[in-house]
């Protein structure tokens, strides 16, 4: 079963998918991204339920004011639509933005969530961490009136020169947004994004009691190591896996993340008593 269904938020059209039939979950694209993303990385092979509601402003999603692009925001619209397809407990997790919208989730409604698994996280636990600064940046250069010469000026920052050598692939994935066919909203989507984070403090980390996985890589100046490492240290119990980075080679980076979350899920889900 793999359908597409509309949930309307204050008269904003968000769509989301729902595919497969077992355990539930619910799992995030990151900033930029939408459940194309998702579906690439998440093992197809295990009886699920997967559901995966495209962000404000992102795939099928209508975008909204600036004012509700938050992590806060979009962890909301994600439980709400949790609750029209009928899901009560569920795994919660995502990647990079996603990734910080289930943290949120753990901290809003822990009694539902039966795990959560954070893959390349961003964020720890307070807003505008300065490894998405580029976010910021870029958001400038995108509001300019001349994109080329914009591009042009924005290869030749330091900020640049330093992701080449420090993130390659985050690199290309926001140069990529110089072709976006919205400039201004997806300058607006980035940097509201950016500015915010899932609005903790250390001690609700602490205080997060189910099963954790945290999914890291080197060779990634948006989602540093460091991130990952922090958070498996403050949760209890969580358990940090380091994979092949997206710059060394994507292939073995979504084979070894498949891996992981197949091992993940199994034991935690259909794993004999």
């Not at 940046?137 to 994109?147: F, S």
Request: a neutral charge; aromatic letters at 6%; one cysteine or more.
């Amino acid at each position: 079963m793999s359908s597409w269904h509309r949930l309307e938020v204050a008269g904003l059209g968000l769509q989301g998918h729902d595919v497969g039939q077992g355990p539930a979950v619910v799992f995030q694209h990151g900033l930029t991204g939408s459940e194309a993303q998702v579906a690439e990385c998440f093992p197809a092979d295990l009886p699920l339920r997967r559901l995966t509601l495209e962000c404000r402003g992102h795939g099928r999603s209508a975008q909204g004011p600036s004012e509700a692009l938050s992590i806060d925001r979009l962890a909301c619209d994600v439980l709400a639509f949790a609750d029209q397809q009928g899901v009560d407990r569920f795994v919660a997790g995502g990647i990079s933005m996603g990734a910080a919208v289930a943290l949120r989730l753990a901290h809003l409604v822990p009694e539902r969530i039966q795990a959560l698994i954070l893959v390349r996280p961003a964020w720890i636990w307070w807003s505008a961490p300065k490894n998405m600064a580029p976010f910021v940046e870029l958001a400038t250069c995108l509001r300019q009136p001349d994109l080329h010469a914009a591009r042009r000026n924005f290869e030749a920052s330091p900020t640049v020169a330093q992701l080449r050598q420090t993130g390659p692939d985050n690199l290309l994935s926001l140069l990529r947004l110089f072709d976006s066919t919205n400039p201004l909203a997806t300058a607006d989507l980035i940097e509201a994004v950016a500015r915010s984070g899932p609005d903790l403090a250390y001690g609700d980390l602490y205080r997060l009691r189910m099963p954790t996985l945290v999914v890291g890589n080197a060779l990634d100046a948006i989602h540093p190591l460091a991130t990952a490492r922090v958070l498996a240290n403050a949760i209890p119990g969580a358990r940090l896996q380091c994979i092949t980075p997206k710059a060394v080679d994507l292939n073995h980076h979504l084979a070894e993340l498949r891996h992981t979350l197949h091992t993940f899920l199994s034991d935690l889900l259909f794993k004999p008593l």
